[in-house]
């Protein structure tokens, strides 16, 4: 009798899908300059951040009040007070207004998520740029200065990434276009404030590669005490 024919080797199994069955969700990203039509958007942005850092009883700033300061005729983006938007799109960008500022190349990359964003406030975000546009975040930043380096720097007012788009390179993004646009300056530092409680940001600074200051304690005058120096002679 002849010999069975011995069982066929084991095949092991896949220790990875294959890359085309994996989901994937391209999103189209990109930061620009914000323009004065933005200013409903940095407003509620702002809010959000207020929220987020339970200070909204401090918060007062209106639309008006940003269209007059962020945005008057004198300002000159990257000299004076300057935002960056986060726009996020599923299609390609197709409008070109942005492509030719003088002032500011806009930075688009396609990040391929394993999962569609759900972002319920998206209506509130919609933008007038093409199809199905949405802000998903900012970086509000000006000009200092550093005597002990002798050159000026960047101070990050802000940098706030919508609930829906955290975790995704998004923060990464903006933080990123503002170290490179002071390397480009010739700029010595860039520096923010985080709230000692804000654990999740100061991991993200890090990661950034930024260091924390422990012994460093922010001063503010304001309110009536900087009234009063109003009235001395
Ligand atoms: C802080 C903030 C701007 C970060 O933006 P983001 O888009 O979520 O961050 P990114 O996806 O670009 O993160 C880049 C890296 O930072 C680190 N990081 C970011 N968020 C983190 C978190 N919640 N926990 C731990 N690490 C974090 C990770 O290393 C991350 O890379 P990974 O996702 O590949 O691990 C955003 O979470 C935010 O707006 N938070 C609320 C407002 C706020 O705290 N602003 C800063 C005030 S000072």
Not at 198 to 227: H, S, V
Request: proline share 9%.
């Amino acid at each position: 009798m002849a010999a069975a024919a011995p069982p066929p080797a084991p095949t092991e199994p896949p220790t990875t899908m294959p890359e085309t069955a994996l989901p994937r969700h391209p999103v189209f990203t990109r930061v620009r300059l914000a323009t004065p039509s933005d200013v409903p958007y940095i407003h509620k942005l702002m809010h959000q951040m207020a929220v987020f850092e339970r200070l909204t009883h401090l918060f007062t700033a209106t639309e008006s009040s940003y269209s007059s300061t962020l945005f008057s005729p004198d300002n000159k983006p990257f000299h004076s007070f300057t935002v960056l938007i986060l726009e996020v799109s599923r299609n390609p960008f197709t409008d070109t207004q942005f492509d030719n500022d003088p002032c500011y190349k806009p930075v688009t990359r396609v990040v391929n998520l394993d999962l569609p964003i759900d972002d319920p406030e998206k209506e509130s975000f919609r933008t007038r740029h093409g199809n199905e546009v949405f802000v998903a975040g900012f970086v509000l930043f000006f000009p200092n200065y550093s005597t002990f380096l002798g050159k000026p720097g960047f101070y990050v007012e802000d940098l706030f990434v919508r609930d829906s788009y955290r975790r995704k390179g998004f923060g990464k993004m903006l933080l990123t276009a503002v170290a490179k646009q002071a390397v480009k300056m010739g700029y010595g530092r860039v520096e923010w404030v985080v709230l000692d409680w804000n654990a999740n940001a100061i991991k993200f600074y890090e990661d950034m590669g930024a260091k924390i200051l422990q012994e460093w304690r922010l001063c503010r005058l304001t309110g009536e005490n900087l009234e009063a120096y109003g009235a001395t002679d």
